[in-house]
């Protein structure tokens, strides 16, 4: 790692620790030369993470995707963004502890389904009418009742 200061070759890890989003790696570094201290940030590689879609065709893993789906059946609800972005986060980080390549986009739904009903049951009802494409009031209102006998 170069100084940024006088481009010595040679430096010092002070403290590493990862990002808030786990995305990267963040060392204090310190020149052996001049002393200078700078930070540097590491992305973690991450495998690519494909999203198998109703149709077949694949995409690239987005979590704004999920993100703003949750936005959408939170609405009004009060909910911080804050807490749909860590929602996101963990979504994302469950699929990847999978270590697989590909994961069709159902299962994605379902499980940010499981993490909406944890967190408010009127956008999980929003979320999983969009989600499942609910075809009549009825495959709606059946949602409902499984809903409201697990309370
Ligand atoms: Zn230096």
Redesign the pocket.
């Known amino acids: 790692m170069k100084?940024p200061?006088?481009s010595?070759n040679d430096c010092r890890v002070l403290d590493s620790r990862g990002t808030d989003e786990q995305t990267a790696i963040r060392r204090r570094r310190e020149?052996n030369?001049?002393k200078?201290r700078f930070t540097t940030y590491e992305r973690i590689e991450e495998a690519p993470l494909l999203v198998i879609k109703k149709d077949g065709t694949r995409e690239l893993f987005n979590r704004n995707k999920i993100l703003n789906g949750m936005l959408r059946a939170t609405e009004k609800r009060g909910i911080e963004l804050e807490r749909l972005e860590k929602v996101a986060r963990d979504v994302e980080q469950e699929l990847r502890n999978r270590m697989e390549p590909e994961i069709p986009a159902q299962e994605i739904g379902e499980l940010v389904m499981e993490y909406l009903l944890n967190l408010d049951e009127v956008a999980y009802v929003r979320f999983a009418s969009v989600y499942r494409h609910f075809k009549d009031i009825n495959k709606f209102r059946q949602e409902l009742d499984r809903l409201l006998e697990n309370n």
Do not use: M
């Open positions: 100084c200061y006088c010595y020149c030369k001049c200078e």
